[in-house]
Nanobody
Framework: QVQLVESGGGLVQAGGSLRLSCTASGRTFRNYAMGWFRQAPGKEREFVAAINWSGGSTTYAYSVNGRFTMSRDDAKNTVYLQMSSLKPEDTAVYYC?????????????????WGQGTQVTVSS
């Protein structure tokens, strides 16, 4: 079993930055591929970013590519999502996810562990 706890959300003005963190406990963190997803009110949960087990490969949704950066620190059992040039349309609850996989996983169905989410609100 893997427990995931997100933090770092909040209210920020358009153009600003936030860094989300997701700390894992339980199984061996370095064996897990990790992902970030988000869900806005009335919308389906959507992929944001993913990183493979080694941190050597990442992929991003088109809407955030060039503005968001995902990284991991296995010594701290933590993944990060650095968000810059934030837009009002980035407003959502952001979720961290994990799966025991060596690849990069970019779909909600590919993950079997989820955190509770952290709210990000971007004002215009």
């Amino acid at each position: 079993q893997v427990q995931l706890v997100e933090s770092g959300g909040g209210l920020v003005q358009a153009g600003g930055s936030l860094r989300l963190s997701c700390t894992a406990s339980g199984r061996t963190f370095r064996n897990y591929a990790m992902g970030w997803f988000r869900q806005a009110p009335g919308k389906e949960r959507e992929f944001v970013a993913a990183i493979n087990w080694s941190g050597g490969s990442t992929t991003y949704a088109y809407s955030v590519n060039g503005r968001f950066t995902m990284s991991r620190d296995d010594a701290k059992n933590t993944v990060y999502l650095q968000m810059s040039s934030l837009k009002p349309e980035d407003t959502a609850v952001y979720y961290c996810a994990a799966v025991n996989s060596r690849g990069v996983v970019a779909t909600t169905r590919g993950y079997n562990y989820w955190g509770q989410g952290t709210q990000v609100t971007v004002s215009s």
